[in-house]
């Protein structure tokens, strides 16, 4: 039986008219407005546990862009050169042409924020309850690693960000500035530290999907490695393996399904359930042969970057075949990715064979579809998830980005030997599933291009690669670039039908990605025109 967190949003009184960095006439019409008065509400330990609830709701069904959702966790991947999908959502992120009006921007502002109010208003009001202290620092420390995680998110994205602590009046709420982006992330540090330290190392089953001192000290892991402080990221990183808790899976495929919801490796996940607070990525995800929208498209630049099963690179490998370039391939390409006249779902082979009547053909939509699709997450049993009713939990955090974690900040702090790629990269890629071949090489420069691959590869779609490109600084190059799709013709030079590279892909979609600019989202425009007091990022 599974548990779960249940998704009640309470907000008591007036206090959420205090949405930071604008009181938007929008954001008051979609949140619920309870009856209870903060005077009559905060009383018991019941009363706590229902706020608390509110607080972790980040919206089920087709709920707007967060940096909690499937969906959007899907988009940042793709805007990091992964792919594109039908609305060009990830295109209009990286080709130039962002500016502070577009909605998906201010969704992921507005919402951040939403869940910010709802933090500060928890932690106003906790001490007002009567109930045991333990439990209420407990849950101290998951509100404020919910708060933490959200501002991280917002300076990473946005750079500088009005960082609020308290509830404001509508007044002060419209009159914020903006906080240094190294002010957000220095608090977020120590908020994270604090919540660390309050947090459990697990929890029971009655109580999955709760913070506990993993969750907060991943993000805190992620903070660190985007400030280049490796010492600290390795002590961080260091603390949830002295755990021993947490594990490496020997699946792989099904971390991302129903059955692997409970797995040791997750350390952070979207908790749903089906019927009563479910989601629609399955939707988005499913092709149209499946009654899907087929909405994303991976380019076949990610295809290309997993490895071959010797462990070589498809450059490098004997055992790559320009003619039957799917073949001898890392296993999790395939777990990840469908390819045409390949993968076979539900008794079903997927097919984007062009110039045929198949749903899920190249030119059904011309310009639009890549001839991929994402396999990651899709249900294989219709009895536990249909495209537009499922319950299954996504994972934000997984052991495996600890490891991988762990080994860049000893690499990048100068100590690394084969013990701690076979404690490391080598657990990851050496899981049952996988069975990669182990990494051997301690060189520095060789090391980093494989750590770098290896989180491309393994978190593909999870929400991670964005970040990644952005602290490497190469979110400019992994876009402005000519992406390609599905391999169309072993005779490029004889092949007129669609457009292909030399190689016989399908020359896909281009991005000018502006260097000095999209590094930082713009400042919705919206909030600007209510709080005169919130500069623009550069360009915009």
């Given at each position: 039986?599974?548990?779960?967190?249940?998704?009640?949003?309470?907000v008591?009184?007036?206090?959420?008219?205090?949405?930071?960095?604008?009181?938007?006439?929008?954001?008051?019409?979609?949140?619920?407005?309870?009856?209870?008065?903060?005077?009559?509400?905060?009383?018991?330990?019941?009363?706590?546990?229902?706020?608390?609830?509110?607080v972790?709701d980040?919206g089920?069904?087709?709920?707007?862009?967060?940096?909690?959702?499937?969906?959007?966790?899907?988009?940042?991947?793709?805007?990091?050169?992964?792919?594109?999908?039908?609305?060009?959502?990830?295109?209009?992120?990286?080709?130039?042409?962002?500016?502070?009006?577009?909605?998906?921007?201010?969704?992921?502002?507005?919402?951040?924020?939403?869940?910010?109010?709802?933090c500060?208003?928890?932690?106003?009001?906790?001490?007002?309850?009567?109930?045991?202290?333990a439990?209420?620092?407990?849950?101290?420390?998951?509100?404020?690693?919910?708060?933490?995680?959200?501002?991280?998110?917002?300076?990473l994205?946005?750079?500088?960000?009005?960082?609020?602590?308290?509830?404001?009046?509508?007044?002060?709420?419209?009159?914020v500035?903006?906080?240094?982006?190294?002010?957000?992330?220095?608090?977020?540090?120590?908020?994270l530290?604090?919540?660390?330290?309050?947090?459990?190392?697990?929890?029971?089953?009655?109580?999955?999907?709760?913070?506990?001192?993993?969750?907060?000290?991943?993000?805190?892991?992620?903070?660190?490695?985007?400030?280049?402080?490796?010492?600290?990221?390795?002590?961080?990183?260091?603390?949830?393996?002295?755990?021993?808790?947490?594990?490496?899976?020997?699946?792989?495929?099904?971390?991302?399904?129903?059955a692997?919801?409970?797995?040791?490796?997750?350390?952070?996940?979207?908790?749903?359930?089906?019927?009563?607070?479910?989601?629609?990525l399955?939707?988005?995800?499913?092709?149209?042969?499946?009654?899907?929208?087929?909405?994303?498209?991976?380019?076949?630049?990610l295809?290309?970057?997993y490895?071959?099963?010797?462990?070589?690179?498809?450059?490098?490998?004997p055992?790559?075949?320009?003619?039957?370039?799917?073949?001898?391939?890392?296993?999790?390409?395939?777990?990840?990715?469908?390819?045409?006249?390949?993968?076979?779902?539900r008794?079903?082979?997927?097919?984007?064979?062009?110039?045929?009547?198949?749903?899920?053909?190249?030119?059904?939509?011309?310009?639009?579809?890549?001839?991929?699709?994402?396999?990651?997450?899709?249900?294989?049993?219709?009895?536990?998830?249909?495209?537009?009713?499922?319950?299954?939990?996504?994972?934000?955090?997984?052991?495996?980005?600890?490891?991988?974690?762990?080994?860049?900040?000893?690499?990048?702090?100068?100590?690394?030997?084969?013990?701690?790629?076979?404690?490391?990269?080598?657990?990851?890629?050496?899981?049952?599933?996988?069975?990669?071949?182990?990494?051997?090489?301690?060189?520095?420069?060789?090391?980093?291009?494989i750590?770098?691959?290896?989180?491309?590869?393994?978190?593909?779609?999870?929400g991670?690669?964005?970040?990644d490109?952005?602290?490497?600084?190469i979110?400019?190059?992994?876009?402005?670039?000519?992406?390609?799709?599905?391999?169309?013709?072993?005779?490029?030079t004889?092949?007129?039908d669609?457009?292909?590279?030399?190689?016989?892909?399908?020359?896909?979609?281009?991005?000018?990605?502006i260097?000095?600019?999209?590094?930082?989202?713009?400042i919705?425009?919206?909030?600007?025109?209510?709080?005169?007091n919130?500069?623009?990022?550069?360009?915009?």
């Amino acid at each position: 039986m599974k548990n779960y967190i249940y998704k009640l949003t309470v907000v008591v009184g007036c206090s959420f008219l205090t949405v930071i960095a604008g009181c938007k006439k929008d954001i008051l019409d979609t949140q619920p407005l309870s009856s209870i008065s903060d005077a009559t509400f905060w009383k018991t330990a019941n009363d706590a546990t229902l706020a608390l609830n509110g607080v972790y709701d980040s919206g089920a069904g087709f709920t707007g862009y967060n940096f909690w959702a499937g969906t959007s966790m899907v988009n940042l991947d793709l805007m990091a050169g992964n792919g594109s999908e039908k609305e060009l959502i990830p295109d209009n992120f990286t080709n130039g042409t962002l500016n502070p009006t577009y909605g998906f921007v201010g969704s992921y502002y507005s919402q951040a924020y939403g869940q910010i109010t709802r933090c500060n208003n928890f932690l106003a009001n906790i001490g007002l309850v009567t109930m045991d202290a333990a439990q209420k620092a407990v849950m101290i420390g998951e509100v404020k690693t919910i708060r933490a995680y959200n501002y991280f998110n917002l300076a990473l994205y946005f750079g500088d960000v009005p960082l609020v602590q308290k509830l404001l009046t509508v007044e002060e709420a419209n009159s914020v500035t903006r906080t240094p982006k190294a002010e957000v992330w220095a608090f977020c540090e120590s908020e994270l530290k604090a919540a660390a330290a309050a947090l459990p190392v697990s929890v029971s089953n009655d109580r999955l999907g709760h913070m506990t001192s993993a969750s907060a000290l991943a993000i805190l892991g992620r903070l660190q490695l985007a400030q280049k402080k490796w010492a600290d990221a390795a002590t961080t990183y260091k603390t949830i393996i002295d755990f021993n808790y947490y594990i490496i899976d020997p699946r792989y495929r099904e971390l991302f399904l129903n059955a692997g919801e409970t797995s040791r490796e997750i350390i952070m996940s979207m908790q749903y359930i089906r019927d009563t607070y479910n989601h629609a990525l399955l939707q988005y995800l499913t092709p149209e042969t499946w009654g899907g929208w087929h909405q994303y498209s991976p380019f076949n630049e990610l295809v290309e970057a997993y490895e071959c099963k010797d462990g070589k690179t498809i450059a490098e490998s004997p055992l790559f075949d320009k003619n039957s370039p799917y073949d001898n391939r890392d296993p999790r390409m395939d777990f990840n990715i469908m390819i045409s006249d390949r993968t076979s779902f539900r008794g079903r082979v997927y097919s984007a064979k062009p110039g045929t009547t198949l749903p899920d053909r190249l030119n059904q939509y011309p310009g639009v579809w890549s001839g991929y699709a994402i396999y990651k997450f899709l249900e294989d049993d219709p009895a536990v998830a249909t495209t537009n009713n499922t319950g299954n939990n996504f994972p934000l955090i997984r052991y495996a980005e600890v490891l991988l974690g762990y080994l860049e900040a000893k690499l990048e702090s100068g100590s690394v030997d084969q013990a701690l790629l076979d404690a490391t990269i080598n657990k990851v890629r050496g899981r049952a599933a996988v069975a990669m071949p182990a990494v051997t090489t301690t060189d520095p420069t060789a090391l980093r291009t494989i750590i770098r691959r290896e989180r491309r590869v393994e978190f593909a779609f999870e929400g991670i690669r964005y970040f990644d490109c952005l602290r490497w600084g190469i979110i400019g190059s992994e876009n402005n670039q000519q992406f390609t799709g599905m391999k169309l013709t072993n005779d490029p030079t004889n092949y007129k039908d669609y457009p292909v590279n030399a190689n016989g892909y399908f020359i896909f979609k281009k991005r000018n990605f502006i260097v000095g600019k999209n590094e930082l989202w713009p400042i919705p425009q919206s909030e600007r025109d209510l709080n005169k007091n919130l500069t623009q990022n550069p360009g915009y």
